[in-house]
Antibody, heavy 119, light 106 residues
Framework: QITLKESGPTLVKPTQTLTLTCTFSGFSLSTSGVGVGWIRQPPGKALEWLALIYWNDDKRYSPSLKSRLTITKDTSKNQVVLTMTNMDPVDTATYYC???????????WGQGTMVTVSS | SYEQTQPHSVSVALGQTARITCGGNNIGSKKVNWYKQKPGQAPVLVIYRDSSRPSGIPERFSGSNSGNTATLIISRAQAGDEADYYCQVWDSSTVVFGGGTKLTVL
């Protein structure tokens, strides 16, 4: 059974850096074709993809946010970390991590973590 | 960058068939995934690679994709189908979600 859980601060100040951790179980991020992605959703708005890291450490980023994002993995801890710099109130959202099997889809999602950006 | 267009809302009578569209330039050449999201919950995959159903998803859910439009079809709509639905594609190794459609079951 695959599960993912996001963790991190619930409140950050403008200009600060956000660090979120996705801790997963039920799969290995060293298995060929597997990946973990990050997606966010501002209150009342649509889903927005942020980043994706593959088993081979290949990384992909949203073109509009690429300069602010870094995604890394720790295979031994079954964790994926997303950092987003220079946070702004418009970045207030629920942040999800999701499992990407060896096909182009997010088949299992974490419960999400709400992050508010406010001074 | 690639964009998909979804209607903001779709209504369907209980027991009837709902069709939710996802428009995009030559989207038929891409593989489309569909997610269902109820308020306060994480998205759930309901259709992948245009028309495949994950285990546990009822046969009432189906999909098609051709030309410039992909369609999620929900047959015999139930109250529990009321939710937001998002289409999603991979484009040039990046991921793109549509704007979402709110399905109301009357």
């Amino acid at each position: 059974q695959i599960t993912l859980k996001e963790s991190g601060p619930t409140l950050v100040k403008p200009t600060q850096t956000l660090t979120l951790t996705c801790t997963f179980s039920g799969f290995s991020l060293s298995t060929s074709g597997v990946g973990v992605g990050w997606i966010r959703q501002p209150p009342g708005k649509a889903l927005e993809w942020l980043a994706l890291i593959y088993w081979n450490d290949d990384k992909r980023y949203s073109p509009s946010l690429k300069s602010r994002l870094t995604i890394t993995k720790d295979t031994s801890k079954n964790q994926v970390v997303l950092t987003m710099t220079n946070m702004d109130p418009v970045d207030t959202a629920t942040y999800y991590c999701a499992h990407r099997p060896p096909v182009d889809v997010f088949d299992i999602w974490g419960q999400g973590t709400m992050v508010t950006v406010s001074s | 960058s690639y964009e998909q267009t979804q209607p903001h809302s779709v209504s369907v009578a209980l027991g009837q068939t709902a069709r939710i569209t996802c428009g995009g330039n030559n989207i038929g050449s891409k593989k489309v995934n569909w997610y269902k999201q109820k308020p306060g919950q994480a998205p759930v995959l309901v259709i992948y690679r245009d028309s495949s159903r994950p285990s546990g998803i009822p046969e009432r859910f189906s999909g098609s994709n051709s030309g410039n439009t992909a369609t999620l079809i929900i047959s015999r709509a139930q109250a529990g189908d009321e939710a937001d639905y998002y289409c999603q594609v991979w484009d040039s190794s990046t991921v793109v979600f549509g704007g979402g459609t709110k399905l109301t079951v009357l």
